[in-house]
């Protein structure tokens, strides 16, 4: 059994459902929560799961992250768009040898918590994972569910297989959760946003589900022509992504359950977008390239208008 401590950061649907299977195979893990902390402190979490469902009737619960021991893995495990609180967060929570691991989606996201704790102590995934939280400490897992796992060094320059990576692979497996491991992070992070940018966006802007999206010979076309433009922008930034792969994505979406996206709920239930990090920060890097991409600024430009509305309360 391994010994090392885990801290999940945002207990939420996917922190809430990575952090319960790890302490259900027998884990120390440490639950950060915020609104939920009082229902989840008295009564745990419910996990409703298409593999199985199960509750943990008490788990290690921290409204102040102050109160955490150190842990050897520091999973960050919030919405983006409550970054600015990781500088307070990691530096207490993380042991000296310890690790954060970055399990949200976007780019550029392991460079910030590189400028918190310093680049030899990140590692970043991506989630391939349908899951949402329906109330309090109750999470419903839909679909999917596996993490593709890189190391980061500065600057996104591939790290290989290191023995950390496959030390948490180890102990995710152990927990019943797939894990691909990747030696190259930063390709790993252009490739989920093949997929993330074209949907999330346009499910917001057209009010649609990835099922209807991909029905409609109209948006189906928008969708392949963002995936496209996400090549161009990964390219720019000497990262290869093979054009097979739009087809790989639009088959993978072909086969899904019609699925709301996390921003799509995110804009319904009038909570932030998680802009930045998806269309604000890949444009960026790609502008930085000298690449201007046309399609994904338009609708980033878009979703801030929409997101600026939720923030007045429009
Ligand atoms: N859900 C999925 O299936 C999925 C799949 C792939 C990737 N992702 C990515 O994973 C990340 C997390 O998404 P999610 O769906 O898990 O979001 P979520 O359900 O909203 O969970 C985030 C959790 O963080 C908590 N939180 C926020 N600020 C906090 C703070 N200062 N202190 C303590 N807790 C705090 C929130 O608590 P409150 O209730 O108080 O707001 C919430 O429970 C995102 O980047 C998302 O894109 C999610
Ligand atoms: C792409 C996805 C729907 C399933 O892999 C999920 O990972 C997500 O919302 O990012």
């Excluded at 609180?85 to 690790?99: E, F, Q, R």
């Excluded at 102990?171 to 959760?177: E, L, P």
């Excluded at 999206?213 to 928008?222: C, P, T």
């Amino acid at each position: 059994m391994s010994t090392r401590t885990y801290a999940i950061l945002g207990t939420g649907a996917l922190g809430g459902f990575y952090g319960a299977k790890l302490q259900k195979a027998g884990l120390d893990v440490h639950f950060l929560l915020r609104s939920d902390y009082e229902h989840v402190r008295k009564h745990g979490l419910v996990i409703e799961s298409v593999d199985g469902n199960f509750s943990l009737p008490q788990i290690n619960a921290y409204q102040d992250v102050k109160d955490i021991p150190q842990c050897d893995v520091v999973v960050v495990a919030l919405k983006t768009t409550q970054n600015q609180s990781l500088p307070k967060m990691l530096t207490s929570v993380v042991k000296d040898n310890g690790v954060v691991l970055v399990l949200q989606n976007g780019l550029g996201l392991e460079p910030e918590v590189a400028q918190i704790v310093g680049s030899t102590r990140v590692m970043g995934g991506l989630c391939f994972l349908c899951s949402n939280k329906l109330q309090a400490g109750h999470i419903r897992h839909v679909a999917y569910g596996h993490i593709i796992l890189g190391d980061y060094t500065s600057n996104y320059y591939p790290a290989g297989i290191t023995p950390r990576m496959q030390q948490v692979a180890n102990d995710f497996k152990s927990a019943g959760i797939g894990i691909e491991l990747t030696e190259d992070l930063f390709k790993a992070r252009w490739q989920k946003l093949v997929w993330n940018i074209p949907y999330n966006g346009l499910s917001v802007i057209l009010n649609a589900t990835t099922a209807e999206l991909m029905a409609n010979v109209y948006s189906r076309k928008l969708v392949e022509q963002l995936m496209h433009e996400v090549l161009a922008g990964a390219k720019s930034c000497n990262c290869s992504i093979v054009d097979s792969f739009v087809e790989t994505m639009l088959n993978y979406t072909d086969k899904m359950k019609p699925y709301r996206t996390s921003m799509k709920i995110d804009y319904d239930e009038r909570r932030p977008m998680e802009v930045e990090a998806i269309f604000g920060n890949p444009l960026r890097m790609a502008q930085a390239a000298g690449t201007h991409l046309p399609q994904i600024s338009c609708l980033y430009h878009q979703l801030k208008f929409l997101d600026a509305k939720l923030n007045e309360g429009v």
